[in-house]
């Protein structure tokens, strides 16, 4: 075990070292405050694994181990994690508000009430149903065009009262 005279040599030792990791620190990164965030996120690691340093070897090439591996570990974290991005998901409500759905239904439901039976019946046939236009134009009993002018007609109407295009 090591006594605490050698553990304070150490940090002392630690305290004259800290501009050369300064330095040594602007070989990874550019920007000051990142230069002094990876040397007290080195000083921090090296302090809290003193026990772990072997006296007689040097310390300055342990730090600057300490601070490689520092560097690297955040420089792979941060290629995982996308940062700034412009849609960010926490911006976006999970779920529309129910209102205008509500709103823009009601508005629906109201233009297809107002159709003509006719209209109505070929509505519900072809694009309710799914069904062809020749299935439809045998249940209505017209030819197959009056059912293609209908479901026509119906789009652009459906359109026109619901504010879509049309």
């Not at 501009?19 to 990876?38: H, K, S, Y």
């Not at 996120?41 to 070897?57: C, H, M, V, Y």
């Not at 009430?113 to 062809?132: K, N, Q, Y």
Request: hydrophobic share 35%; glycine share 6%.
């Amino acid at each position: 075990m090591k006594s605490t005279e050698t553990d304070d040599a150490v940090q002392a030792e630690m305290v004259r070292i800290i501009p050369i990791l300064r330095n040594f620190a602007t070989r990874f990164v550019r920007d000051r405050n990142e230069v002094d965030d990876l040397v007290q996120e080195t000083l921090a690691r090296s302090l809290a694994n003193i026990d772990k340093f072997q006296p007689g070897t040097r310390l300055r090439s342990w730090m600057f181990t300490i601070m490689r591996n520092t560097f690297c570990t955040r420089y792979h974290r941060g290629r995982r994690e996308i940062s700034g991005i412009d849609d960010c998901v926490s911006l976006c409500a999970s779920v529309p508000p129910a209102q205008e759905w509500s709103i823009r239904m009601k508005e629906f439901s109201d233009a297809v009430a107002s159709l003509s039976p006719d209209h109505r019946r070929a509505f519900d046939i072809v694009l309710m149903d799914g069904e062809t236009y020749e299935t439809a134009a045998s249940r209505c009993g017209c030819p197959v065009g009056t059912i293609k002018s209908r479901v026509n007609r119906i789009r652009l109407a459906l359109a026109q009262q619901t504010g879509g295009v049309g």
